[in-house]
């Protein structure tokens, strides 16, 4: 039988860490693991939860994109003492995800922009050496390597390749496959 080795129990929990968490979900979504994960780190350490990036118009255009951008909390927010939401953006439209031809021109700008807007914002924070963690998101290597990063985690929560649109696109299924070997394979933790 393997042993179970808890990633942390009552008080004895990870601390004083700089942990950047590159979410597939916004931070106001259905809350699930990872919210939970973060908001319980957030108790011991300081937390970036970057939420996926989406087009700035649409942000702009929603109830709640507009009070941020009226209160000067556009791009980041801070959730609790040590939590805080980093909204990422895209600059231009139409991006194409790669999958067929590589990567846009579009694509590789827009990736660009939220590397930027990252490095600063770590840089305002203050997070030094910080620990990534990495769920499956169309962005997640992007920021490998580029947040000066002692550690990256990746956090497994389902097999995308297995899913019903997925699987009957023999192709796709063979790339989304292939991402997710990069990613794990790439990272220095990986859970499942």
Request: some cysteine.
């Amino acid at each position: 039988m393997a042993a179970v080795v808890p990633v942390w129990s009552g008080n004895e929990m990870l601390e004083g860490q700089d942990i950047i968490c590159i979410a597939p979900n916004p931070w106001d979504d259905i809350w699930r693991r990872r919210h939970q994960l973060m908001s319980r780190f957030a108790r011991g350490n300081r937390v970036l939860y970057v939420e996926p990036a989406r087009f700035i118009l649409f942000a702009l255009l929603s109830r709640k994109g507009l009070a941020r951008l009226l209160k000067g909390g556009f791009y980041l927010r801070q959730e609790g003492n040590n939590l805080f939401i980093l909204s990422q953006y895209l600059v231009l439209p139409f991006e194409q995800t790669g999958l067929r031809k590589g990567s846009s021109l579009i694509k590789r700008i827009n990736d660009w922009f939220c590397v930027v807007v990252l490095r600063r914002t770590l840089k305002r924070l203050d997070f030094r050496k910080p620990i990534l963690w990495v769920y499956y998101t169309s962005r997640s290597e992007d920021f490998f390597g580029k947040c000066g990063e002692k550690l990256v985690i990746c956090d497994v929560f389902d097999r995308y390749a297995a899913s019903p649109y997925n699987r009957s696109d023999p192709w796709l299924k063979q790339f989304i496959d292939g991402k997710d070997a990069d990613l794990i394979g790439r990272a220095n933790i990986v859970f499942a």
